[in-house]
């Protein structure tokens, strides 16, 4: 019987990138893609002269972060721990391939990776990972995934960072068009093998947290690159959904340089600073950072306020391919539709799943956040090791992303916000 994509994955051994292919793939593309880019390089340790087995993490700002961080270890052959649905998208299939990377499933716990990780290590390599799991949805920085001070601890061996700032206003995570402005990025070691020793996985985490701490928003206010491009409120009511004046959810549409409410009026400009102007005595935000985190603060209140809160949702449901990648850019296939919905009770799916009629409920102490593949418009979630994508009617992701993580939290999930987040002050 033929063998499914799912089934090859889980059997495959992962090595370390080719001597001779992968130096070239640097050199011919990701090369003149950092130079593109108007990338700069800022190097406190001397990354030619570090030798395997390490750890590289970076903070994930951008769709284009790989880039960036194996250019920040030139002489290094990296094996990237990225999506494993991403595996499945033929643009990316052969080129993982070449590179040596590592299927993880995120935001569950994925056996398969922490072998395939380990082997890595053992064979002298240089793995790298996201500690966020995801690339930034705001601007700034995400508490780093579940679980990840123990798997460092546990691979024991040095780690450094990359620290890439600029990256998300170059690739906004609500819009697909790239901008071309200014990326800074700085290289250091974060632990040595002592340091690592003398931690615990909370305290790992903890520094992680610390260094990666950055808004590119608040930080472009400060070195004042301009982005070339236009449009640049395209699409940014898929995470700035509801109005600070009239309070309404849904009711913000960006398009071209404004991003306004179609109820009340209320609005902003953008400009290729990123910098938000209020539309006559608008009622707006300094950044769209804190008019995000105030969408956070005001959904963590609507749960508190109602022990019965609920969303619900019309959605497609969409599911990798069994056996031939998906083409076209795709990031799933559509096999059904259904409702979605989340509560204290937990998160569930009820529709059509191909010919049969489907019913699951995932607990929210169990489903930390969800994944995105490309944009806002979209997000997906596993369950029982299969990758669940959901296409909303409404333009609601990133209130169903807020809830989610809040909700999580408030059932007693692991995966805690930052210790100095003020949203749950009154």
Known sequence: MKQTFEQKLEKKHFNRPPVIIYPLLKFFVLKSLSKKWNTKYVFNVDTKKVKGPFIVVFNHQSRNDYVFTAMAFPKTRLNFVAGYNEFFRSHLKFIFGLAGAIPKRNFVPDVHTIKECMRIIKKGGALCISPEGMSSISGANQPVAIGTGKFIKHLNVPVYYVNIKGAYLMAPKYCLDDRIGEVTVTTDILFDKDKLSSLSPTEIEDILNEKFTHDDYEYNK?????????????????????????????????????????????????????????????????????????????????????????????????????????????????????????????????????????????????????????????????????????????????????????????????????????????
């Open 222 to 426: 400060q070195v004042k690159v301009e982005y070339k491009g236009k449009d640049f409120a395209k699409n940014m009511h898929t995470y700035l959904y509801k109005c600070p004046n009239c309070n309404k959810d849904f009711t913000m549409l960006g398009e071209g340089d404004k991003i306004y409410c179609k109820e009340c009026g209320n609005g902003a400009t953008v400009d290729n600073y990123y910098n938000l102007t209020p539309i006559d005595d608008s009622k707006i935000f300094d950044t769209p950072t804190k008019w995000f985190n105030w969408q956070r603060k005001e959904v963590y209140n609507e749960i508190i306020n109602d022990p019965n809160f609920t969303l619900t949702e019309e959605v497609e449901l969409g599911m990798l391919p069994k056996y031939s990648p998906l083409k076209d850019y795709k990031t799933s296939e559509i096999v059904g539709k259904g409702i979605i919905t989340i509560s204290r009770n937990g998160f569930t799916y009820k529709g059509t799943k191909g010919d049969e009629e489907i019913e699951f409920t995932i607990p929210t102490d169990r489903i930390p956040t969800y994944g995105m593949c490309t944009d806002m418009s979209r997000f997906y979630t596993f369950y029982n090791k299969e990758f669940y994508e959901f296409y909303p009617k409404t333009e609601s992701v990133g209130k169903w992303l807020l809830a989610t993580e809040e909700l999580h939290r408030i059932n007693g999930g692991s995966w805690k916000n930052f210790k100095n987040s003020d949203i749950y002050k009154d």
